[in-house]
């Protein structure tokens, strides 16, 4: 079956610090891959996807490419900021079905 | 306004008692989901409908069930609480476009079960 595996949280830095946020995949086919951020008391919103190999997912200043041989998403951001702070989640989902997988989030705490 | 609205926003009820959380899109979207999300492990799938007429169980449907009143709505239920049922509700939808499919989340729904 699918699954997502990302770094276990939290992650604590320094505004303009450089994140990296880790996540790899299993998947049976060949999946669309996802970041999605949660603020807090909020809902999950989309961040960023890419769709096929090689692909580079980008806003708001943040980066994720598409890895397939290494089955890699990795989340990155040269400078964070204070209102970075929130909890990440990579999820993946087969092409042409778009329930998703989730790995178990990441939270980032982002200090002035 | 919001486009996927969930109701009630928190809700505190006791073990034993049936409880419904509703959703509702404006999106236009055929496709609706529930997750729960419980710290440390993530969201997790409860249901997922693609269209009114059809429905399909998750990860984790046992002891909730769903209704697809209309296309905007989508309600989850608790027949009989329980405490382990404790958790963070999201309802999200999608328009299912093959490569640009994304989805859209609600605010959630805080639940207490005593």
């Known amino acids: 079956g699918n699954s997502v595996t990302q770094m276990e949280g939290p992650v604590t830095l320094s505004e303009e610090a450089f994140l990296t946020i880790n996540c790899t995949y299993t998947a049976t086919g060949y999946p669309s891959l996802f970041w999605y951020v949660q603020y807090p008391g909020e809902g999950l919103q989309l961040l960023l996807k890419?769709?096929?190999?090689?692909d580079k997912g980008s806003n708001k200043g943040f980066e994720a490419t598409y890895r397939k041989e290494t089955t890699s998403f990795h989340l990155e951001k040269g400078s964070v900021q204070v209102s970075d702070s929130a909890v990440y989640f990579c999820?993946?989902?087969?092409?042409?079905?778009?329930?998703?997988?989730f790995g178990k989030g990441t939270m980032l705490l982002v200090s002035p | 306004d919001a486009d996927v609205t969930q109701t009630p926003r928190n809700r505190i009820t006791k073990t034993g008692k049936r409880i419904m959380l509703e959703c509702s899109q404006t999106?236009?979207?055929?496709?609706m989901y529930w997750y729960r999300q419980d710290p440390g492990l993530g969201l997790r799938l409860i249901y997922y409908s693609f269209d009114v007429k059809d429905i399909n169980k998750g990860e984790i449907s046992d002891g909730y069930s769903v209704s697809r009143q209309a296309q905007a709505k989508f309600s989850l239920s608790l027949e009989s609480a329980i405490p382990n049922q404790t958790a963070l509700y999201f309802c999200?939808?999608?328009?299912?476009?093959?490569?640009?499919?994304?989805?859209?989340f609600g605010p959630g729904t805080r639940l207490t079960v005593l």
């Open positions: 999106k236009g979207h055929d496709r």
């Open positions: 999200a939808t999608s328009d299912g476009q093959v490569f640009t499919d994304t989805q859209y």
């Open positions: 999820a993946l989902s087969e092409t042409g079905y778009s329930t998703l997988t």
């Open positions: 890419a769709t096929k190999a090689d």
